[in-house]
């Protein structure tokens, strides 16, 4: 796991009805994504990331172990494509699945602000910030003129143990909330208006370039040091913002989620590179864009009309964890 990243709950007999129906495995539930795996093969496994997913709900399914049951159905996309994913719990009548996948989802939903570059926003009032849940606030560095425009805007810092702030002081609505995630780096250099501190941003966020002007140089190379140890300090153990408190599991008494160790020196795209395991996120794809389904085609072998396959996709290696031609003779 990434830093920052926190087991939030872990379920075992949950079958991945879409993609390896028949299959039990264990869902652990993150608070940046969800992770699926096979209980019997490691190596057969998903993770869904929460940004990538649209909506989450309930659907009556058919599961190859458990018959017709209620499961977790996700929508999702990623890269233009369209995927569902299908989590049936094995276990009857144990619906924890339900509200901790959708618990967590919704606390990811109304914590973006940790993790997401905003401007403009309603995030001031009367001049002070409207602080996060486990937010602190550090230091407030007034005099900085943001030079996004020609003549530059007065305005002031604000450095949290989160993220940094800059508002104009004329207009508290002119304003930038940057979370110490997304800072590539932090620099001093020199300009048309002299020395200035210079914040660069993660392609994620956009990539952007920000100069900021403190008068004068010794107070500038204050507030660079103090900006640069606070993020790094940030980036060794980041606050997300997505906490969630499964009361289901408290009041069964049942004991906090761990992992068994990963394997030492596992590569999991090394590992895909020499097996040559398959795509097999296309088992999960319900449509190539926003424009819809693929043109339908007629199988001989199926005697169905099914939707064109992707360039470089056949019926039979969509079956597949891993192809024929690449299996070792044991």
């Known amino acids: ?5 926190k087991i939030i709950d872990r379920l075992e007999f949950i079958e991945d009805t879409k993609g390896n129906s028949g299959d039990k495995g264990v869902l652990i539930i993150t608070n940046l994504r969800a992770i699926w795996h096979s209980m019997t093969i490691a190596r057969i496994s998903l993770s869904i990331g929460y940004n990538c997913i649209q909506n989450i709900s309930t659907r009556i399914v058919n599961s190859r172990l458990r018959g017709t049951t209620e499961a977790v159905y996700i ?5 233009g494509l369209r995927y569902e994913f299908v989590f049936t719990n094995l276990i009857p009548g144990n619906t924890r699945h339900f509200t901790s996948f959708i618990g967590i989802y919704k606390a990811y939903n109304t914590s973006r602000l940790y993790r997401e570059l905003k401007l403009r926003g309603a995030i001031l009032q ?18 900085v003129w943001n030079l996004s425009s020609e003549q530059g805007n007065l305005g002031a810092f604000l450095m949290t143990n989160i993220r940094l702030v800059w508002y104009a002081e004329s207009n508290e609505t002119f304003n930038i909330s940057l979370p110490y995630i997304h800072i590539y780096s932090v ?10 501190l210079v914040i660069e941003t993660t392609s994620y966020s956009g990539g952007f370039t920000l100069g900021f002007r403190i008068d004068p140089r010794e107070r500038l190379r204050e507030v660079t040091k103090e900006l640069s140890s606070i ?29 068994l160790p990963s394997p030492e020196k596992y590569d999991e795209f090394e590992d895909e590179n020499v097996i040559g395991v398959s795509n097999s996120l296309a088992k999960y794809s319900i449509s190539r864009s926003d424009k819809g389904d693929g043109t339908p085609k007629y199988d001989s072998s199926l005697g169905l009309a099914i939707e064109t396959l992707p360039d470089g996709f056949t019926l039979s290696t969509l079956w597949e964890v ?8 044991e």
């Open 75 to 79: 929508q999702s996309k990623y890269n």
């Open 187 to 196: 620099k001093i250099r020199e300009s048309k208006f002299g020395e200035v």
């Open 126 to 143: 009367n001049g002070r910030l409207k602080l996060l849940m486990l937010e602190k606030m550090y230091t407030t560095v007034n005099g």
């Open 231 to 259: 993020y790094r300090i940030h980036c060794q153990a980041p606050e997300f913002g997505v906490h969630f408190i499964n009361t289901e599991q408290i009041e069964n008494n049942e004991p906090s989620p761990t992992l």
């Open 1 to 5: 796991m990434r830093n920052g990243e």
């Open 322 to 329: 891993i192809p024929t031609t690449n299996r070792s003779i």
